[in-house]
């Protein structure tokens, strides 16, 4: 059994996912926090790299998982 495997019996399905959903909304957090921070000297290239990276993050995530969906007749909504 993998460790990811263990993680998510331990933590139960529902824990898991929303585990999972609370990361995407801290990086989104803290996102916005180091912004704020360097808005006052208007320093923003490095906030800039960092919300690419995390944009093409959650957009690789984004696009599987609507890949997946489509090829999987059983999770179609109805």
Known sequence: MAKADRAIKAL???RWQ???RLVYA???LALLHFFWMRA???DF???AV???I???LLGWR???ANRSRRADPRSARG
């Open 12 to 14: 139960g399905a529902k």
């Open 18 to 20: 929303a585990l999972h």
């Open 26 to 28: 801290i990086a989104l």
């Open 40 to 42: 006052g000297k208007h």
């Open 45 to 47: 290239a490095e906030v």
């Open 50 to 52: 960092y919300a690419a």
């Open 54 to 56: 995390i944009a093409v």
């Open 62 to 64: 984004v696009f599987h």
